[in-house]
């Protein structure tokens, strides 16, 4: 991927990048109820494996957002043009490693699941969670799909870690019997505000139901 060097000091949100920098805890995570029902439908019908599918539309969703593409690398900020994901796949054994999936938008959406299940079976049989060399370009994506939850309290790598991460949790039908499925998101608060974590879920809601 590609990525470009901003400059915060002519950034609009040039004070706002200076006050969480280097606060103790600068990460800010949001959960969202989101309607898959139509989604879960149109992946029975094709016989797509649901997760690999949802990681496919939150990448593109988050890909979306320049900010979200945006890192901290040492005292300089890069935006990237597009960013792949690594995402958690779970062992027989109850354990779990990353399986890193490329997103090219171009690519069909059967080229996509064939891809994405070729390299979930390369994952499991490697069954290391250690990240490729260009993990700062990475969404970080996991699930637990056994409950649906109300809050996610989601694990970071110090003040610097600027890696999105996308977590969501079991679908279930409410009073409209419409299918919730609780997702996530974690920021850095210094690249990220409420502003951009709503387009977030502005743009999964509008990616969900453009899938037909």
Not at 21 to 32: E, F, N, Q, S
Not at 64 to 85: M, Q
Not at 109 to 122: F, G, I, V
Not at 125 to 139: M, N, T
Request: proline share 6%; glycine share 4%.
């Amino acid at each position: 991927m590609n990525y470009r060097e901003i400059d915060m000091s002519n950034d609009p949100r040039k004070a706002h990048f200076e006050h969480f920098r280097h606060a103790p805890d600068p990460h800010v995570g949001l959960t969202v109820d989101v309607d898959v029902t139509d989604f879960v439908e149109i992946c029975k019908a094709k016989g797509w494996s649901f997760y690999p599918a949802f990681i496919r539309v939150a990448v593109t969703a988050a890909n979306a957002v320049p900010e979200l593409r945006r890192r901290i690398r040492g005292d300089r900020v890069v935006e990237y043009d597009r960013c792949d994901s690594s995402h958690i796949e779970l062992l027989e054994n109850g354990a779990y490693c990353y399986c890193t999936l490329r997103h090219d938008p171009a690519q069909s959406w059967e080229d996509y699941m064939r891809y994405a299940a070729a390299q979930r079976t390369l994952a499991k049989a490697g069954a290391s969670i250690e990240e490729e060399e260009d993990v700062e370009s990475l969404y970080f994506i996991s699930t637990i799909p056994w409950l649906h939850y109300r809050d996610f309290s989601q694990p970071n790598y110090g003040p610097d870690s600027s890696n999105p991460a996308i977590t969501w949790g079991k679908y279930e039908p409410d009073y409209r019997d419409r299918l919730m499925m609780p997702v996530s998101l974690l920021v850095h608060h210094s690249l990220v505000d409420g502003l951009q974590i709503a387009a977030f879920y502005r743009e999964l809601e509008t990616r969900l139901k453009a899938i037909r």
